[in-house]
């Protein structure tokens, strides 16, 4: 069975500064990787994933996520942040055989400040 | 494509009646999952089909929520009867191959 840790409930941080938001994994197959944003009162939308090759995966709108197998992680980071980027981001793992059950982390209430 | 559709998005009941609700997936996809997101819980998988057969129920609640998928186009969650602890937001999500798509929710409030 799989499962993902968030580290951090909750990350303030000001406008245009850096932010990692932090996903540890627990599988003993091997996974695909996910992080979801959502805003409030909203669905769920797919940020990025890592499913085989590049360890680094980036997002249209500047996040980037690295898969590091030896630490089970997959770090969601943005160098510069925006207002609009204030949302619950989650982190999300599935086994890469058939089987298909995406599990979720507890999510990182992301707080970007003026 | 328009996406997994989830149907009512709000939904406001009294303790003790019955709740359905409803889902259609992506055309194509073969893979649907009912998730439950509370505050305390977070986001929880209650059941999930392959090919509209239930494949694991495990995160079911209790005998009280019931799911089915009569065909490959859409599905229904049933909370019967429903008490106040069942307030959450449901989502369905279809997938095919790696790819998820979740619908809109249903915000389910019982008083």
């Known amino acids: 069975a799989q499962s993902v840790t968030q580290l951090d409930s909750q990350v303030p941080v000001f406008e245009e500064a850096p932010v990692e938001l932090r996903c540890n994994y627990s599988?003993?197959?091997?996974?695909?990787l996910f992080w979801y944003v959502q805003y409030p009162n909203q669905g769920l939308q797919l940020l990025l994933k890592?499913?085989?090759?590049?360890?680094l995966v980036e997002s249209i709108n500047g996040f980037e996520a690295e898969f590091n197998k030896s630490q089970t992680s997959f770090h969601l980071r943005k160098p510069s942040v925006h207002i609009s980027d204030t949302a619950e981001y989650f982190c999300a793992v599935s086994d890469s055989s058939n089987t298909g059950k995406l599990i979720f982390g507890q999510g990182t209430t992301l707080q970007v400040k003026p | 494509d328009a996406g997994v559709i989830q149907s009512p998005r709000h939904e406001v009941t009294e303790m003790g009646q019955e709740v359905t609700l409803r889902c259609k997936p992506i055309?194509?996809?073969?893979?649907l999952f009912w998730y439950r997101q509370t505050m305390m819980r977070g986001l929880e998988l209650l059941i999930y089909?392959?090919?509209?057969?239930?494949?694991?129920d495990s995160g079911m609640p209790e005998d009280r929520f019931s799911a089915k998928m009569p065909n490959a186009s859409f599905s229904t969650l049933k909370i019967q009867p429903s008490e106040p602890r069942d307030s959450a937001v449901y989502f369905c999500?279809?997938?095919?191959?790696?790819?998820?798509?979740f619908g809109s929710g249903t915000r389910l409030t019982v008083v």
């Open positions: 089909f392959n090919n509209n057969v239930p494949i694991d």
């Open positions: 599988s003993s197959v091997s996974v695909y």
């Open positions: 890592y499913l085989s090759g590049s360890t």
């Open positions: 999500a279809s997938r095919k191959r790696d790819g998820y798509t």
């Open positions: 055309s194509g996809h073969d893979y």
